[in-house]
């Protein structure tokens, strides 16, 4: 059987790929290939408002788990509250909406051995042909250019009482500094559930979770929120591309999306806003014959 589409790697730029494609080009016979377990693997992703274009924000209404009006930020001299409004998407919603919008074309624990621009060879040793393929297996080894990260190990939290919290607050840089720039992140999902994020810059990708544990234990302590059960848990190692990373090979015929393309904003990591964006662009392309 051959595809008119495979998108190998079910992260969140291949995943809503999928999910436009799904709701503009249904006559489009669409593989999405997972080699873990679920689609959207462990995240959250978060966007402003003005990061998408009203069409935008409608279509990827039904993957946005959390909403608020507005959100905060804290330095050691200065408080800002922002009345613009803050969206968040999980990585389990995430996987559901996909696994109904798709059925069996979104194939999970299927690792991969090999891509190129219209085959797809699986570890299994089976061969799978499309008309595309693209690829979107997370970021590739770093370049050397890549000199500094942002690390991070997010918490989500219920608590014995409630937090007291209405809004996110982004940017909690009032607390200790390490070797580097370092902040905490709050997103209350509920009057007494909240996500706990410790993020610090650092000029290796090397990130002990044990020491961002007990740091947000101690966030807690200090906030006075008594930590009651832990839901999930979250890490991850952003590249920061300050020094100015080269654009991926121009000379590769293979197309790319999210991570493994470069499609995130350089200081903060975000990757969203470019994630629905080349999804618009895909759905508004032709597929080569």
């Not at 797809?120 to 799978?128: R, S």
């Amino acid at each position: 059987m051959q595809w008119d589409l495979i998108l190998v790697g079910a992260g969140l730029a291949n995943g809503l790929i999928a999910w436009r494609l799904q709701q503009v080009r249904p006559e489009l016979n669409v593989l999405l290939i997972e080699q873990g377990e679920a689609a959207g693997g462990n995240h959250t992703w978060s966007f402003h408002h003005h990061d998408l274009s009203p069409e935008q924000h409608q279509w990827i209404a039904p993957l946005v788990a959390h909403s608020w009006p507005g959100y905060d930020v804290m330095f050691p001299s200065l408080t800002r509250h922002i009345d613009q409004p803050y969206y968040t998407l999980f990585s389990d919603r995430f996987a559901h909406r996909l696994t109904e919008a798709l059925g069996d074309n979104l194939r999970l624990n299927c690792p991969v051995a090999a891509v190129s621009p219209q085959r797809v060879q699986l570890a299994n040793g089976d061969t799978l042909t499309a008309r595309a393929v693209i690829d979107g297996r997370g970021q590739p080894d770093a370049p050397t250019q890549r000199c500094a990260w942002q690390l991070f190990v997010g918490q989500e939290w219920r608590l014995a009482h409630p937090h007291g919290l209405t809004r996110p607050l982004l940017m909690d840089a009032t607390v200790p500094q390490c070797n580097a720039y370092r902040f905490f992140y709050l997103l209350p999902l509920s009057p007494d559930t909240l996500l706990i994020e410790d993020t610090r810059f650092s000029n290796a990708p090397a990130l002990n979770r044990d020491d961002y544990r007990a740091a947000i234990k101690d966030y807690a302590a200090q906030r006075h929120w008594t930590l009651s059960a832990l839901l999930r848990e979250e890490s991850g190692c952003l590249p920061l591309t300050l020094a100015g990373a080269p654009p991926p090979d121009s000379t590769s015929q293979q197309p790319c999306s999210g991570m493994r393309a470069g499609l995130f904003h350089a200081v903060t990591g975000y990757s969203l806003p470019l994630a629905v964006r080349l999804a618009d662009a895909v759905a508004g392309l032709g597929i080569p014959d």
